[in-house]
């Protein structure tokens, strides 16, 4: 087993779960290094041990506090190259999602802090730019590398800064994107200097899907092609510079050999981009004099580096889809941590999703689902497995996955296009023009939705009430609880069903133990009341509803006794139900997990405008500014919509007197 290939160390604490306060301490080396700068003062010999201290101190430290793991393992490598090779933050260093950014975090500056990563108030999950100099772009979002560093390439060469690098990091799955592709065209013409390195492992979160993994594999299997490109540019690029054989003339003739032999350069080289590879992502010997070497040719590059998802950490290499976050584990045994419970637990949202979808399927035909790249986070994995010719993994392509659904949806199919709410956003001109405009009607679950945790503001599914409900055409619903989920679903994919139906719901846990209910028709655009009461009305959409519901029972005791409305839908409103509400209440609670601005709180006070109604209504909901990250729990607090929040919100309101407040 090589030095890269060192698997854990044996002397750990089984019980580290239970005691996260403990202190771990860095290797010998990664001790010293608190910058690039201190990097470079170490022989080439010596990034072996610090490639081993640095995957070492990952493991240690995810395996109490948990986060994104094998994307990080993966990259260790690299990581050490590129801070050793080039001159960050100067050289502008982009790396594409952020998952993998781990090593780059503690090896600039991060280390010692790096046990708050993804906690409330810590460090974040992913690069940040207000987080550290070194951080030069933020993502979170997969396929923006390439466009960014480019974007820096140019303006570096508009400043004359002649001597400043831009790198981008790209893994293959990101590469799927149509946005990598625009970015790669412009890069070929754009004349600035910018190496794009593609990391290629075969995974994202799940498995790669399309032509583009099987092209990639033609390339790192074509070693007759390998074998004689390399040899050609070692041999004639050692040749002096200036003679017959020069670089140009060697480049040249390394052209008509790839020609010759193998297709596998032309999708990058037809882009007009240098392509260099495949070569041994774990190999920092290679790696370093690689690097060393694309410095100095100027233009636009593409380094092809083959490495592994989870490397020195056996059982993520060998289930790497488990281990991208596996949450908190014993590094030693590999055993994952799992809360256990005296009764039984609520199944996650997305888990009746992908149960409910092959009920359904079963029953209708004419159902399909689709997804960009995420089946096992949106669970439509299980109708992968159980009917994979009507479920379809797009890869990380959401404009596709949206435009496909809608020429699906021309043809009679039923298709439930399944998309984390902050993906959504990637595909808003779809919604409208491709799906929206045609009263097409296609089911968008958006998972996610509301405030996720850990993954913090990139992921935040806060926008897509405002976004949604004032398009045209558009069904926007959320279910309270498991068996409402069901019954959108039923309800969204029956023949009556016309227009466009979005059903939105968070990430995690509903609330009922046995949720296989039997499935029934909604009546679109009908909400239900759920408790009546007198002086305070609380209207709630979707799971916040269960906060309102625990709120109302302890306000009780209290001797206050707030209705609850369920809205069920935003769009279209329930108008005889607020009507109800505005005749009876002059105070109102609204209660969502989405933005206060443009939300469910905003379409009531529409309502009350136009209807000419006079009540004291308190918005609680996500604010207008950005959330980092933390646990959702910890979120909704700060955010002030918890039940203590709609509790303490409705002791004021008894008194309230002032007629609108945000």
């Known amino acids: ?6 698997i854990i160390s044996l002397d750990v604490y089984n019980a580290a779960p239970k005691n996260p306060g403990m202190k771990i301490e860095p290797g010998v080396l990664l001790q010293k290094i608190d910058s690039p700068e201190d990097l470079k003062k170490l022989g080439k010999e010596e990034l072996y041990k610090v490639c ?6 990952i493991i240690d430290i995810v395996s109490i506090h948990g986060g994104h793991f094998g994307a990080s393992l993966g990259v260790i490598e690299l990581t050490v ?3 050793y090779v080039y001159n960050t933050p100067y050289d502008q260093l982009v790396w594409d999602v952020g998952h993998q950014a781990y090593g780059h975090k503690i090896l600039t500056g991060r280390r010692d802090n790096f046990h708050t990563n993804r906690k409330y108030g810590g460090l974040s999950g992913f690069p940040k730019r207000s987080e550290s100099e070194y ?3 933020g993502v979170g979002h997969s396929s923006t590398s390439i466009s960014a560093a480019l974007g820096m390439a140019i303006a570096a060469k508009h400043k004359k800064e002649h001597d400043r690098k831009s790198v981008a990091v790209i893994g293959d799955g990101a ?6 592709f625009e970015a790669m065209n412009h890069a070929g013409v754009a004349e600035a200097d910018v190496l794009v390195i593609l990391n290629d492992n075969n995974m994202s979160i799940d498995p790669n899907v399309g032509s583009l993994r099987e092209y990639l594999t033609d390339i790192t299997t074509s070693h007759t092609y390998n074998k004689i490109k390399d040899d050609i540019w070692n041999t004639l690029g050692k040749l002096p510079v200036g003679g017959n054989f020069s670089r140009e003339i060697a480049g040249k003739l390394e052209q008509s050999i790839k020609g010759f032999i193998s297709n596998s350069s032309n999708l990058f080289e037809s882009m007009k981009m240098r392509y260099f590879g495949p070569i041994d992502g774990h190999n920092i010997t290679k790696l370093v004099d690689t690097l060393k070497d694309l410095k100095d040719i100027p233009g636009p590059k593409l380094l092809h580096i083959i490495t592994t998802k989870g490397k020195g950490y056996a059982l993520a290499e060998k289930d790497q889809t488990k281990w991208h976050a596996p949450g908190l584990f014993d590094k030693v045994t590999g055993e994952i941590y799992k809360k256990t419970f005296d009764v039984p637990q609520a199944p996650k949202y997305q888990d009746v999703f992908g149960k409910t979808i092959i009920e359904l399927a079963k029953k209708n035909e004419k159902i399909f689902g689709i997804t960009p790249a995420m089946p096992s986070g949106s669970s439509l994995k299980f109708m992968m497995d159980e009917m994979p010719d009507r479920a379809i993994d797009v890869g990380i392509c959401e404009q596709h996955a949206v435009t496909l659904s809608a020429g699906m949806a021309t043809q009679g199919l039923r298709v439930f296009c399944n998309i984390y709410s902050s993906f959504m956003q990637r595909a808003y001109d779809q919604v409208v023009h491709d799906v929206a405009i045609q009263k097409l009607p296609v089911v968008f679950c958006l998972d996610r939705a509301g405030l996720v945790g ?3 503001p990139t992921h935040h599914g806060v926008y897509d009430i405002a976004y949604m409900r004032c398009i045209p055409n558009m069904v926007v619903s959320s279910p309270m609880n498991e068996a409402e989920l069901r019954d959108l679903m039923y309800t969204s994919q029956l023949e009556s069903t016309k227009l466009p139906f979005v059903i939105r719901y968070p990430r995690g846990e509903g609330v009922m133990p046995e949720w296989q209910t039997e499935m029934k028709e909604i009546q679109i655009g009908k909400g239900r009341k759920l408790k009546d009461g007198k002086d305070i009305a609380i209207l709630s959409f979707g799971h916040p509803g269960n906060f309102a519901s625990a709120a109302i029972r302890n306000l009780r005791t209290e001797g206050i006794t707030p209705a609850h409305y369920d809205l069920r839908f935003v769009k279209p409103l329930d108008e005889e139900m607020l009507h109800e509400v505005f005749t009876n209440y002059s105070k109102i609670i609204t209660v969502e997990d989405g933005t206060v601005v443009g939300g469910v709180g905003s379409a009531i006070l529409e309502f009350m405008s136009q209807h000419n ?7 609680l909901g996500i604010p207008d500014r950005l959330v980092e990250h933390g646990s959702q729990k910890e979120l909704h607090r700060e955010c002030n919509y918890d039940t203590e929040a709609i509790m303490d919100t409705a002791r004021q309101l ?9």
Do not use: N, P, W
């Open 654 to 662: 008894i008194g309230a007197t002032v007629k609108v407040m945000h």
């Open 81 to 83: 190259a590129l801070h």
């Open 175 to 180: 590469m799927t994107a149509g946005m990598a």
């Open 52 to 57: 081993d201290e640095l995957r070492q101190y």
């Open 454 to 456: 850990d993954d913090g």
């Open 135 to 137: 951080d030069t772009f």
């Open 1 to 6: 087993m090589g030095k890269s290939e060192q």
């Open 613 to 619: 109604y006079t009540a004291t209504v308190k918005i």
